[in-house]
């Protein structure tokens, strides 16, 4: 069970910030956006591929093509989530084949959302690159996944939550850290 709130790491501008610089660094590391595409993990990693999207159209002035991935099939602790999972549709309705992915997330922690997701890809296709952009980059790595891109660094314990809140979702624009009840 989540608790309290403990205290707010970032706010709206902070957050479009991060997201400014991470959108030139993924320019500037891809040479461009030629067989750039952003693909975002649902749930909070969906808007904020959108808004990469977006900050590198008013860049570039080309929006590159953006999916959605759900990796709730893909998970290793998909018995443990729950007895009937929820399952969305992945849409990713371009090729990724031979293509910079950019593979987008909120927070990334023990690593395992990302290794699910990277099965998700594949499955897809074959990308050329495949790299990760994360708001948050927490620790506690479970396995030897590192982020590309990373927003902010946040050392926490494993009884804290970081929970990202973004309009499009939760109507408030912020990341905070909860105890853990």
Known sequence: MVGNEKTQIMEADGMR?????????????????????????RTRGVPLAQRLAELIE??????????????????????????????NQTEIRFS????????????????????????GIIDQGRPKVIQLAVLIDRGHRELPIRADYVGKNV?????E??????????KEERVIILEHL
């Open 17 to 41: 910030r991060v997201l400014t610089r991470i959108a030139h660094e993924i320019i500037e590391n891809n040479k461009g956006i030629r067989d750039l595409v952003l693909i975002g993990i």
């Open 58 to 87: 008013a860049i570039e002035g080309e929006i590159p093509p953006v999916g959605i991935l759900d990796i709730s099939l893909y998970r290793d602790d998909l018995t443990t989530v729950a007895d009937q999972p929820v399952v």
């Open 96 to 119: 990724i084949n031979n293509k910079n992915v950019i593979l987008v997330d909120d927070v990334l922690y023990t690593g395992r959302t990302v290794r699910a997701a990277l099965d």
């Open 155 to 159: 050392p926490t314990s494993k009884q």
């Open 161 to 170: 939550v970081v929970s990202v809140r973004l309009l499009e979702i939760d």
